[in-house]
């Protein structure tokens, strides 16, 4: 569905779990950092309103968009978490260079997962214009941080589930 037609902070507080036993990374591009610290600060506000502790939550900033991966990367090596999420924001130019960073971080994200088995998020706003990328930020289509934030309660918790759950030969 398209943030036009949505609120990005809209979500049922009932289909989150607790996060009180969960650790996370988070990798915030400094480029365009108007935008991207009102996402970090959605993030963070969403992850301590559902229980994660201050103390699991670890922070780094990289550059830009395009050393969102190697900054997950990074961290996954040196902080034992249960998902990393990369906030970031590649507004289109007159080139584009966009495509080719957005394009690069959703693929190095999905690699990182799979290779890792730990859900690294794709927070990365990809809007035509500024205007687009504060709406999306905390403006009137909520804030891209609060939903990776969701995300990555949601998939932690399920990779913890997986982990616990016995697996069945066959049909169930």
Known sequence: ???KLKNLSSYNDADVPNAK????GIVVSDWNSKITHALYEGCLETLLKHGALEDNIEVI???G???LTAGARMLAQRYSSDAIICLGCVITGETKHNE???MSVAQGLTNLSIASGRPYVFGLL???NE???LDRAGGKYGNKGVEAAVTAIR???IKKDLGTTKSKIGYS
Request: charged content about 20%; glycine content about 0%; cysteine-free.
């Open 155 to 157: 998939m932690a918790d």
């Open 126 to 128: 990809t809007p035509e």
């Open 65 to 67: 968009s395009f050393e």
């Open 21 to 24: 036993e969960l650790k996370f």
């Open 131 to 133: 205007q687009q990328a």
């Open 1 to 3: 569905m398209s943030s």
């Open 100 to 102: 080719y960073i957005n």
């Open 61 to 63: 900033q990289v550059p």
